[in-house]
T-cell receptor, first 116, second 110 residues
Framework: ETGVTQTPRHLVMGMTNKKSLKCEQH?????MYWYKQSAKKPLELMFVYNFKEQTENNSVPSRFSPECPNSSHLFLHLHTLQPEDSALYLCASSQGLAGAYTGELFFGEGSRLTVL | AQSVTQPDIHITVSEGASLELRCNYSYGATPYLFWYVQSPGQGLQLLLKYFSGDTLVQGIKGFEAEFKRSQSSFNLRKPSVHWSDAAEYFC????????FGTGTSLTVIP
């Protein structure tokens, strides 16, 4: 198993659909992250979880709903999205939160989302 | 304010030529520094990291980076670029959170 696995790799959805992105990490890490990467824009941090507890919500619209049932799994539930939400969504994990532990982020391959 | 600056949006080099990608950071203390690479449609892969000690760090794929505290820089270098190095490169550091630069896109011409 690779370190951080994301499914699906590609997703096309209509604006009224409900879908979910899944992330699983096999590294024994405690912190998990969702990032959004849009063309020509910097990497945007969306959510951070540490030991299953959300520690950061970076002013993300409520149409994005994260869920972290345990330290190994992270979901991003999507509903009534807009075309501008089309992007690459990256999941990452780290041993601890920045500042508390000198570790790096391990990224998944990303889920390419297209909203029609 | 804490930030990472990658002044070069896009760089083109010939295969076999040397490469240097620039990175400057703004942070009140010595940060933990990273370089990541991203191939099209893929996630970010760690190339190398600096936590402490020797300011010249070696990474994967023949890359190295040098931390210069006086210049708040962490430039990435490779002596001889291969066509497979064409990708997006991100500099990052961690202070109280992870900060990423906007990336440098590398094109390699034969």
């Amino acid at each position: 198993e690779t370190g951080v696995t994301q499914t699906p790799r590609h997703l096309v959805m209509g604006m009224t659909n409900k879908k979910s992105l899944k992330c699983e990490q096999h590294l024994g890490h405690n912190a998990m992250y969702w990032y959004k990467q849009s063309a020509k824009k910097p990497l945007e941090l969306m959510f951070v979880y540490n030991f299953k507890e959300q520690t950061e919500n970076n002013s993300v619209p409520s149409r994005f709903s994260p869920e972290c049932p345990n330290s190994s799994h992270l979901f991003l539930h999507l509903h009534t999205l807009q075309p501008e939400d089309s992007a690459l969504y990256l999941c990452a994990s780290s041993q601890g939160l920045a500042g508390a532990y000198t570790g790096e982020l391990f990224f998944g391959e990303g889920s390419r989302l297209t909203v029609l | 304010a804490q930030s990472v600056t990658q002044p070069d949006i896009h760089i083109t080099v010939s295969e076999g030529a040397s490469l240097e990608l620039r990175c400057n950071y703004s942070y009140g203390a010595t940060p933990y520094l990273f370089w990541y690479v991203q191939s099209p449609g893929q996630g970010l892969q760690l190339l190398l990291k600096y936590f402490s000690g020797d300011t010249l760090v070696q990474g994967i794929k023949g890359f190295e980076a040098e931390f210069k505290r006086s210049q708040s820089s962490f430039n990435l270098r490779k002596p001889s670029v291969h066509w497979s190095d064409a990708a997006e490169y991100f500099c990052a550091f961690t202070g109280n959170q992870f900060y990423f630069g906007t990336g440098t896109s590398l094109t390699v011409i034969p």
